[in-house]
């Protein structure tokens, strides 16, 4: 199979799988009995009631709803909030690049650290450095975003003053729209905490894996070949041993982004981070199920995107690789 | 060096030869190594504790504590009487602890044999039956790859009530991904093996050559991502009690810290906090120790030159 | 003039049962432009010989004694950086038994081929990329097969493209360590050939390290015979092929039949080869030699000189003329097989 009809293979396999989703999360949020909605509703006088219903389109057959809400989402249309009488994706598109900000941040961290730090376990092997290493990486994996936030908040905020309690940026700071947002210390200095306890909590699993691959990868005979081909060390270890190793990463990459966005839910409530994951929290506590819905179809878009990349990327790094 | 060779499991030994050849790799495994002894230390003391609950722990976890003068003991620090100190309603935390290690045992090994089970079932028979099957069993686990992990959980558990075993169902619907796609890549390559063709030149079925010839050898890693799911599992449960979706009646970890959070306890009552907190971290480390030693027959690379 | 001389050389592997004595006391020399084959069993440590000239030891090796002296130099006392600077690739180059796994699988093998001659010398990438390709063409390999990767490659093909990998810097030896087992019997005689016909041109000497008595008879000027970790025998070809004298050397010449003068049964060595962990005194190939006497388990024999620069480590190597015919005969190692199992 050449790489294009692998491309075209998979781009249906990832349409498939979003169809499949697209569904799910339809069938979560209307026809499961004691869905959210009609909690909601019942609030209403019965007149409202019948008016909401009919307004939102719940009246109708389930089938026409189902084909109006993939015309809604294929118009890009979330809804408006039940709540906040707003179009949601007014709501939620702020929301989601806090999101995307943070998590990226976080893994950007989480893989910096664990693939550095999983190279030095898998070359220092067998030595207190390599014990000790391996303590402190299970110890940062078994412990839950919201444990590794409060202690955070306990040592950098409450006891040493360090840090912000929480937000995205600080009361009376300059209010910027677009880029500008994230592009100030005042920011940065509200993100190190939340983005330090995702990358805690993340690093675990590059680092370990990183640690394994690489022990398969330094006993192959072409490290040898290019250590007796006399080139620099560092570029055996990082053009070569490196290299190679992290080809599994990939694809852990993408499940990755999958935990930080599920995540968020976590960090952004410890935080106070004003991002998707708190949105859909309080949405969820709220009986806001247009705008949790929304939430979670932006989460779980972004995931397949991103599972779609790492098929592409590990293609594109491993020549070795069949498209089958 | 012993040269121990990666044998199919044989069938026809009996089950005498089989616990003392289990025994012995067991013995081999954690002889030597250190960090998995102490796991499995950790381990049967949280399960001690979480069988006897009931008898250590030395108050009703819900009832609330008042002092001589009747009134009622809040946020009170640690003191003999109350090894933890007390919550903001009065309860004991040494005891709420102490039965919260229950739930999360419960959780993780629940959780863990529901997904392993499935992750099982779905990698043996994907990998296996190859085809259209094969396909429509990587859809499914495509899917369930995509769906984020704590927020589909927290929506069905809002849907569905928030009872300690919607929670676990939650949970196990989501965690069998991971075993499925291991699964099946192993028994990928433990089709094209000598011992699956002459199991076939036997006579044997398709079912018995999946469960009674290929199973066996992939049973190693079926393990290895027991053990890592009954981590994950704790530490979903407590995520998901911590943001106020867990089971009312219950005294879990999670709930502990997030009745703590809630009423800013982190600020001043460390007594309140920590324990719980502490008890996931060990508990999840634990078994990720015990995790990284059983993960050595499945990878002999990783065994330790020491 | 001589190009490598390796003295008294003795490497050592710590292990978690002892240290291990790969190589004990083993000594060499080669002829700029010779060919040289080291044969033996596995384990007996040929390749520990080889890895110690260009110290590619694992982390738990070491070279405890002795000297290799390239082109008058001891290049043990070389540090890491000067041992990579002036002797690996430039000098010595290495190639390995299994090419397909000596090859990085994520570059092209051209890629390859310009890494290590601009690591080494200050020519421009596409210059280095020229040079790969009229590499590939001396191998008989099509020169746009450079930007081809290596799992693209045939197990033939890859070895000759490490072969021309080898080449890349025009080194003054060649190590190559069973270099055609992995490859079929037409393949290998083919790859041995273009080796010879190559290291003639280039005027390139060559260490030949191998199991295998008929790949070194047709390729090589030397032999020397590797033992529990000693050279036990050291001549030129011929007198190994026809008049060896130690019982080591004979016996494995009857494991290979192309060589035999007369049709013979094929017979193996019977017994293993000894492990290597603290030896004690006495001759190592003692328990499966038909000959062995009482000194031979008492005393450890030293290295003789025998005619035209040979050398022999036998206590009976004077009786060779009368041990030569016993030990072309089958029956005298298949007693020897009874004698090791009785005592087991």
């Not at chain 1, 179009?87 to 690049?97: A, G, P, T």
């Not at chain 3, 260009?54 to 008058?72: A, K």
Request: aromatic letters at 10%.
């Amino acid at each position: 199979m050449s790489f294009q009809s692998y491309v075209i293979r998979r781009i249906g396999q990832v349409i498939v799988t979003y169809w499949a989703f697209l569904t799910i999360l339809f069938v979560l949020f209307r026809v499961v009995p004691g869905d959210p909605v009609s909690m909601h509703v019942q609030d209403l006088g019965a007149e409202a009631r019948e008016e909401r219903i009919a307004e939102l389109g719940l009246d109708q057959p389930l089938y026409v709803q189902y084909v109006e809400y993939l015309r809604q989402l294929a118009r890009a249309d979330l809804g408006q909030s039940m709540i906040y009488n707003e179009s949601v994706w007014n709501i939620i598109v702020v929301k989601f690049w806090n999101t995307i900000i943070l998590m990226a941040a976080s893994l950007i961290l989480a893989y910096a650290i664990g693939i550095l730090g999983g190279a030095l376990l898998a070359w220092y092997r067998g030595t207190a450095f390599e014990k000790g290493g391996i303590v402190l990486t299970l110890l940062a994996r078994s412990s839950p975003e919201f444990w590794t936030g409060i202690v955070l908040l306990g040592v950098f905020v409450f006891w040493l003053g360090l840090f912000p309690v929480g937000g995205m940026r600080s009361i009376g700071s300059e209010l910027a729209t677009g880029v500008g947002r994230y592009l100030s210390w005042d920011f940065v200095y509200h993100a190190v905490l939340p983005a330090l306890t995702g990358a805690i909590y993340f690093l675990g699993t590059p680092a370990l894996l990183m640690r394994n691959s690489m022990l398969d990868v330094l006993n192959a005979d072409f490290i040898e070949i290019k250590k007796a081909e006399g080139l620099h060390p560092w570029n055996v270890l990082y053009k070569h041993a490196v290299r190679n190793s992290i080809l599994p990463l990939v694809t852990i990459a993408a499940i990755a982004v999958g935990m930080a966005i599920g995540g968020s839910v976590v960090i952004e409530t410890v935080f106070n981070w004003p991002g998707m994951g708190r949105a859909m929290v309080d949405a969820v506590n709220n009986n806001d199920y247009q705008l949790a819905m929304a939430a979670f179809f932006l989460m779980g878009s972004v995931v397949i995107l991103m599972n779609f990349v790492a098929d592409l990327l590990y293609v594109y790094l491993d020549p070795r690789v069949t498209y089958e | 060096m012993s040269n121990r060779q990666h044998e199919p499991a044989s069938t026809t030994n009996s089950l005498a030869d089989q616990v003392r050849r289990g025994w012995s790799t067991f013995t081999a495994l954690f002889g030597n190594d250190r960090l998995g002894q102490i796991g499995l230390l950790l381990l049967l003391g949280f399960i001690f504790i979480g069988a006897f609950a009931p008898f250590l722990a030395p108050y009703d976890p819900g009832e609330m504590n008042r002092d001589d003068q009747g009134d009622i003991l809040r946020l009170d620090g640690p003191s003999t009487d109350h090894l933890f100190g007390t919550t903001q309603l009065g309860r004991d935390v040494f005891s709420q602890v102490i039965v919260g290690t229950r739930v999360s045992l419960l959780v993780g090994v629940s959780a863990a044999t529901m997904s392993v089970f499935i992750g099982t079932n779905v990698g043996l028979i994907s990998g296996y039956k190859g085809g259209y099957v094969d396909d429509v069993l990587m859809r499914i686990t495509d899917i369930a790859y995509a769906l984020p992990f704590l927020p589909f959980v927290i929506v069905l558990v809002v849907i569905l009530g928030a009872d300690i075993m919607n929670i676990i169902i939650a949970i196990a619907l989501i965690q069998w991904r991971s075993t499925a796609r291991v699964v099946r890549s192993q028994v990928l390559s433990h089709k094209e093996r000598p011992y699956v063709e002459s199991a076939y030149a036997a006579g044997a079925g398709d079912l018995r050559v999946m469960y009674r010839h290929i199973l066996p050898n992939v049973l190693p890693l079926v393990f290895l991502y027991a053990a890592l799911a009954i981590a994950w599992a704790i530490i979903a449960e407590a995520s998901i009690a911590f943001l106020g979706f867990g089971d009312p009646e219950l005294h879990s970890w999670g709930q502990m810290i997030y009745d703590a959070y809630n009423v800013d306890a982190i600020r001043f009552a460390y007594w309140w906090v920590i324990p719980p907190g502490m008890s996931i971290v060990l508990l999840a480390m634990s078994v990720f120790f015990v995790g990284r030693t059983l993960e050595q027959i499945t990878n002999p690379e990783l065994r330790h030159r020491e | 003039m001589t190009l490598l001389e390796i003295t008294d050389l003795q490497t050592q592997f710590e292990t978690s049962e002892g240290r291990v004595h790969a190589v004990d006391g083993v000594n060499l020399s080669l002829e700029a432009n010779e060919s040289l084959g080291i044969i033996g069993e596995s384990g007996s440590g040929k390749t520990t010989i080889a890895k110690s000239i260009v110290r590619l030891l694992p982390d738990n090796g070491e070279i405890v004694d002795g000297e290799v002296r390239y082109d008058g130099d001891d290049i043990t006392e070389y540090s890491d950086r000067q041992l990579r600077k002036q002797i690996r690739w430039n000098e010595i180059a290495v190639i390995p038994q299994n090419a397909m796994n000596g090859f990085d699988p994520v570059y092209t093998v051209g890629d390859q081929i310009v890494e290590v001659i601009t690591a080494h010398t200050d020519t421009p990438n596409d210059e280095a990329m020229e040079r790969a390709k009229s590499l590939f063409q001396t191998l008989g390999i099509d020169e746009d097969r450079v930007h081809d990767y290596p799992h693209q490659f045939s197990g033939g093909m890859a070895q000759r493209a490490m072969i021309a990998l080898a080449l890349a810097l025009d080194p003054s030896l060649l190590i190559a360590d069973e270099p055609t087992t992995a490859l079929d019997v037409m393949i290998q005689d083919r790859i041995l050939h273009r080796i010879q016909e190559l290291q003639d041109e280039l005027d390139t000497a060559m260490i030949f390290i191998t199991h295998d008595m008929s790949v070194v008879s047709e390729t090589c000027d030397k032999i020397a015979v590797v033992y529990g970790g000693r050279i036990v025998e050291f001549a030129d070809t011929e007198t190994i092929i026809k008049n060896p004298r130690h019982p080591y050397t004979l016996g494995l010449r009857n494991a290979f039949p192309s060589i035999m003068t007369d049709d013979q049964d094929l017979v193996s060595i019977p017994g293993t080869p000894p492990p290597l962990l603290e030896p004690d005194e006495g001759c190592r190939f003692a328990p499966r030699c038909p000959f062995a006497e009482e000194r031979c388990w008492s005393e450890t024999p030293q290295s003789e000189p025998y005619g035209d620069g040979n050398t022999i480590e036998c206590h009976r190597a004077d009786e060779h003329e009368r041990i030569r015919p016993e030990a072309s005969k089958s029956e005298t190692w298949r007693e020897q097989e009874e004698v090791i199992e009785a005592d087991d």
